[in-house]
């Protein structure tokens, strides 16, 4: 049985609320209910319309955050641009993967992840500091009068992304939630800022990756679902961004790290 309009609408809404609160585009909630909904269709068809959705969430958030003025646009755009060719390679590889196997390498990824944020919460965590002080500068005011001054090492950033594209685009969960925690971990981003800077790289990369499918011709299947849950995904990171000034930056990476194990869990033992 196919989902009603309304559940579409209401899905879509809460994934691009959450989603954007947390910089992570949505994907790793829509991936694993679009499994559940429709289990007998094919991982690259899920992974088409759940792409497609990140894009319109992740457009939506960086019109919000860009308001903001929270968006680190050079990082974005050199980030962005690598994510390019790992999102068009995993956009292709996606049909040649059983869909067990598909559920088994995504669990397995987002509990792994979700263990490093629960042992290491704090901005910064996993980075070498030598590489910090030697690196790219950043230092900015947003609009609420936040300020951030960091240090992070672009050439990491830019390979990360690269293999970022790579598995979101394969996984069809849009990158945030790899790229937020890397962001933050690995290179030293202010929670705030990771999470607005990610909206931005996941908009570039997850077009790149929707029109790939839609050249193979893979969401034709799915353009309804697609369609409807786009609707609500585009209120929702509206709602999303907005909530995002009121939590703290510990908060949006223990939540980040909840949803992950929830979501890492239901995958591999559902």
Known sequence: MHPSITELLLLGLGVGAFGTLIGAGGGFILVPVLAIIYPDAKSDLITSISLAIVFLNATSGSVAYG????????????????????SVIGAILTGYVPRHAFNMILGSVLVIIAIFLFIKP?????AKKEDL??????SFTDKLGNHYDYYFNIRTGIILSFFVGFLSSFLGIGGGI??????????????HVATAT????????????TIVHLVNGTMQEGLRTALFIGIGVITGAQIGAYFSNKVKAKGIVKALAVALVIVGLRLLFG
């Open 67 to 86: 308001n903001m003025r929270r968006i680190d646009y050079k990082s974005a755009v050199a980030f962005g641009i690598a994510t390019l060719p790992g």
């Open 198 to 209: 990610s909206h931005f790289v996941l908009a570039i990369m997850a077009l790149s990756g």
């Open 122 to 126: 704090g901005e910064g965590a996993y």
């Open 133 to 138: 002080r030697a690196s790219t500068h950043r």
């Open 178 to 191: 790899i790229h937020v925690p890397a962001l933050i971990s690995l290179l030293n981003f202010p929670a």
